[in-house]
């Protein structure tokens, strides 16, 4: 991990240097803006896989952003990553993203980066194209290619929509589902026993939905309460995630919250 953090404290420093020359925040026209924001779970889901068992986890962001371009920093704090005891929390996952978003009429166009600064296990790096649509439910399609370790492509097509409630508040309703496809053969499939084969995994995986609501307070900040429940698409899906989840299972209910302030 400590060194996941050199590597990103200095991969940071030059892409100061690069998107922020001298003289570039005097433009008062196209200010930067930045966010940061701090969510606490009851349990770390990825792709469908649970990456916590029977312990909260702290996610803490920030994001700086200036003409279309965007850098995030996020972290995952585990507080009982042993699972035995209650004092043994562990920041086990720092990532980072660099992306570049732009708009032609209804159409968003993306790309970006992602570097995951991970605990006991070899870091990834994964880049990625969205294609959204500016219409009702809101469908986008993001399309992430490994570049590390375990490479192969994963496909997120994702919907999402929210109602007006009084006081500015909204109710956030949003849904996805994935599909990974493998071009390493130590991305397997696993058999009913979580035993690996020889076969690349190459399927429908995960679907996930949830419900929140965005609570605005003051200038800068909200409130951001959410529920979710995440599910293997097909058999195959359920036996790796069975595998790859700390709980030996394949479809969680979670929930928890995230305080904002963006500027």
């Known amino acids: 991990m400590k060194t996941s953090i050199m590597k990103l404290t200095g991969l940071i420093c030059l892409l100061a240097l690069t998107f ?23 349990k770390y889901v990825w792709r469908g896989y ?13 994001t700086v952003g200036y003409r279309g371009f965007s850098l995030n920093l996020w ?13 043994d929390s562990e920041f086990n996952e720092i990532d980072m993203t660099l ?15 992602i570097y995951y600064g991970l605990d006991g296990i070899d870091d990834a790096e994964e880049v990625y194209l969205s294609v959204g649509l500016d219409v009702f439910l809101s ?12 490479q192969g492509w994963y496909f997120n097509l994702g919907i999402s929509h929210s109602f007006s409630l ?33 076969e690349k995994y190459r ?17 800068y900040f909200s409130f951001c309460p959410m529920i979710a429940y995440s599910f293997p698409l097909s058999d195959k899906a359920d036996d790796l995630i069975t595998a790859g989840s700390f709980s030996n299972d394949s479809d969680f209910f979670y929930g928890g919250a995230t305080l904002s302030i963006s500027f």
């Open 166 to 198: 009084p006081k500015e508040i909204t109710l956030d309703l949003t849904g996805s589902v994935g599909y990974y496809f493998s071009k390493d053969d130590g991305f397997v499939e696993v058999d009913s026993n979580m035993n690996p084969t020889n």
């Open 99 to 113: 992306s570049y978003d732009k708009s032609f009429g209804p159409v968003g166009l993306g790309v970006g980066y």
């Open 20 to 42: 922020c020359p001298a003289g570039v925040w005097a433009v008062e026209e196209e200010k930067p803006t930045a966010s940061a924001d701090v969510g606490v779970f009851s």
């Open 50 to 62: 649970e990456l916590s068992d029977d312990s909260v986890v702290i996610q803490p962001s920030s």
């Open 203 to 219: 399927n429908f995986h995960d679907g996930l939905i949830s419900v929140g609501l965005t609570i605005p307070f003051g200038k």
């Open 75 to 87: 972290g995952n704090l585990d507080t009982d990553f042993d699972g035995v005891t209650d004092d």
């Open 139 to 150: 469908p986008t399609l993001t399309v992430y290619r490994e570049i590390a370790d375990l």
